[in-house]
T-cell receptor, first 111, second 113 residues
Framework: SQKIEQNSEALNIQEGKTATLTCNYT??????LQWYRQDPGRGPVFLLL?????KEKRKERLKVTFDTTLKQSLFHITASQPADSATYLC??????????FGAGTRLFVKA | DAGVIQSPRHEVTEMGQEVTLRCKPI?????LFWYRQTMMRGLELLIY????????DSGMPEDRFSAKMPNASFSTLKIQPSEPRDSAVYFC???????????FGPGTRLTVT
C-alpha cells in the first residue's frame, strides 16, 4: 500500500544545532515533494518544493534533499532557533490533483 | 492579499445538527481543496475543485458530507446530520495550479457533542 512516513516522535534539539527531519515513502513516484510548517491552531504553511530531477534545494537556513532511489527526503534547518519549533509536514504530489500529506514531525528547539 | 478565509473559526454543535463551513480562496486561484485533520488520521483530502468544478470527492467520508463551489470566490462544506466522529479541524486550501504549493486557511475547529 502507499505510505508516507515521518518520525512520529518529537525531535528535541538545542538552539544553534542543525535539525534534520526525515520523510520516507513507499509505492509512490512523486513528481514533486513539498515541505510545510504548521504551528498550533494554524493551517500548514508552504516552505519548499523540490522536483524529482532535483537533488537539493535551499532557502535561507532550510535545505531539502530528495532521493528518488531511496524514496526519501531530508529536511534540514541549520542554526536552529526556538522560533523554528513547530510541526513539519512533507507532502507528495504524484500527478493528477492529489497531494498526500505525511503525519508530520514535531520539532522543539530549546534555548 | 488576505489569504484564504474560513468561517467560522470554531463551531460547537450537537449531534444530528447541520453544520456549514465556509471558505473564500485567494483571488485568482483556480483550485480549491477541503481537508480534515485529526490526531489519528492526520491531514486527509476530502474534495478538490478545479475552476469551480468538483474533480474528485472520493475522500468525502459519507453521504452526510457535501461540498459546493458556486463561484470562484466561495465554497461550502456541509455535514448533515453531524456526528461526534466528525469532530476535527477542517481546512480549506487554494492554489493557482493543482501541482503547486497550497495556501491554507486558518481552519475551522468543529466539535460535535
Amino acid at each position: 500500500s502507499q505510505k508516507i512516513e515521518q518520525n512520529s516522535e518529537a525531535l528535541n534539539i538545542q538552539e544553534g544545532k542543525t535539525a534534520t527531519l526525515t520523510c520516507n515513502y513507499t509505492n509512490y513516484s512523486p513528481a514533486y515533494l513539498q515541505w510545510y510548517r504548521q504551528d498550533p491552531g494554524r493551517g500548514p504553511v508552504f516552505l519548499l518544493l523540490i522536483r524529482e530531477n532535483e537533488k537539493e534545494k535551499r532557502k535561507e537556513r532550510l535545505k531539502v534533499t530528495f532521493d528518488t532511489t531511496l524514496k526519501q527526503s531530508l529536511f534540514h534547518i541549520t542554526a536552529s532557533q526556538p522560533a523554528d519549533s513547530a510541526t513539519y509536514l512533507c507532502a507528495l504530489y504524484t500527478g493528477g490533483f492529489k497531494t498526500i500529506f505525511g503525519a508530520g514531525t514535531r520539532l522543539f528547539v530549546k534555548a | 492579499d488576505a489569504g484564504v478565509i474560513q468561517s467560522p473559526r470554531h463551531e460547537v454543535t450537537e449531534m444530528g445538527q447541520e453544520v456549514t463551513l465556509r471558505c473564500k480562496p485567494i483571488s485568482g486561484h483556480n483550485s480549491l481543496f477541503w481537508y480534515r485533520q485529526t490526531m489519528m488520521r492526520g491531514l486527509e483530502l476530502l474534495i478538490y475543485f478545479n475552476n469551480n468544478v468538483p474533480i474528485d470527492d472520493s475522500g468525502m467520508p459519507e453521504d452526510r458530507f457535501s461540498a459546493k463551489m458556486p463561484n470562484a470566490s466561495f465554497s461550502t462544506l456541509k455535514i448533515q446530520p453531524s456526528e461526534p466522529r466528525d469532530s476535527a479541524v477542517y481546512f480549506c486550501a487554494s492554489t493557482l495550479n493543482s501541482s503547486y504549493e497550497q495556501y491554507f486557511g486558518p481552519g475551522t475547529r468543529l466539535t460535535v457533542t
